[in-house]
């Protein structure tokens, strides 16, 4: 198989290392024009990306930004499958629905990883039967580039304008979004807690005979991912790698 990646930051030389140890995958280039040539070893780094890149390859993965999943979703899905990590793209119905019509049009996939939490597949079978969904997200400041001295909760509402003001933060609010009953009804709560050194979410998922409640704590290593980010990043890579159709991985 033949990927790429957008983004060479820390989830992506995760994977990128994930992959170089297998012998069946290559790695056609990696995408960041904040990266030197030569920075990620032999691997080719290029500061220009052009449509016709994207042609003859299997996947692209994104762990950039969310403008980047928004600028090439197009390119690339008209040529290959497509995992996107910055969740947060899909808070716009137009590029969530533009993502959903490309891959079928061209029959290409959109996989979008766990990321941060776990059971989107779980979530995402049920969300008929949902019909209130809530995260918190408790953070210390430092994360969510604030210098908060005590306990301050940030924002508290829905999902939809959570994701418009923390981007870089609460991927997991989209993506729980994304797998149940949508940016208007997931309701979201923001903590920065100076106390902690970890990046905490409880999502409590209710609905016809179900009650879920999910609680992921991860070191944080002073940027957007903690601990267990790039490792759940190598796994659903993997699982893509041996898979096929759209599915939340
Ligand atoms: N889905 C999830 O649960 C989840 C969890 C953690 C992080 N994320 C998201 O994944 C993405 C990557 O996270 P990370 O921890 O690797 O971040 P990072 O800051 O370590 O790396 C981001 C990389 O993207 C590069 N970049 C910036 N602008 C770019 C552009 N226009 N085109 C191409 N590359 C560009 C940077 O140079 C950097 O190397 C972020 O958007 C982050 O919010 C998602």
């Not at 994360?143 to 829905?158: A, K, N, W």
């Not at 609460?170 to 729980?176: D, E, F, K, P, R």
């Amino acid at each position: 198989m033949k990927i790429a990646f957008l983004g060479g930051g820390k989830i992506g030389r995760a994977m990128i290392d994930h992959v170089l140890a297998r012998q069946d995958v290559e790695i056609a280039f990696v995408y960041d024009p904040f990266l030197k040539a030569g920075e990620l070893g032999g691997v080719n780094v290029t500061a220009e990306l052009e449509k016709e890149m994207f042609e003859g390859l299997d996947l692209v993965v994104e762990c950039a930004n969310a403008e980047v999943v928004a600028a090439n979703l197009e390119d690339v899905l008209s040529c290959c499958s497509f995992m996107p990590f910055s969740m947060t793209a899909f808070r716009d119905d137009e590029i969530r629905a533009k993502a959903e019509e490309l891959s079928k049009k061209y029959g290409t996939n959109v996989f979008l990883p766990h990321g941060a939490i776990l059971g989107l597949d779980g979530i995402f079978d049920g969300r008929e039967a949902l019909t209130e969904v809530t995260v918190e997200t408790i953070k210390n400041p430092k994360s969510l580039g604030r210098d908060d001295t005590e306990l301050t909760v940030l924002y508290e509402g829905p999902t939809r304008k959570a994701t418009e003001l923390y981007p870089k933060n609460v991927n997991v609010h989209a993506a729980i979004a994304l797998a149940g009953i949508g940016f208007d009804r997931t309701w979201s709560k923001i903590t920065a807690d100076p106390a902690v050194s970890t990046n905490t979410h409880v999502i409590h998922l209710a609905g016809q005979g179900i009650d879920f409640t999910i609680r992921v704590s991860s070191f944080s290593e002073g940027g957007v991912s903690g601990k267990y980010v790039p490792l759940s990043a190598c796994g659903s890579l993997e699982s893509v790698l041996g898979g096929t159709g759209f599915r939340f991985v």
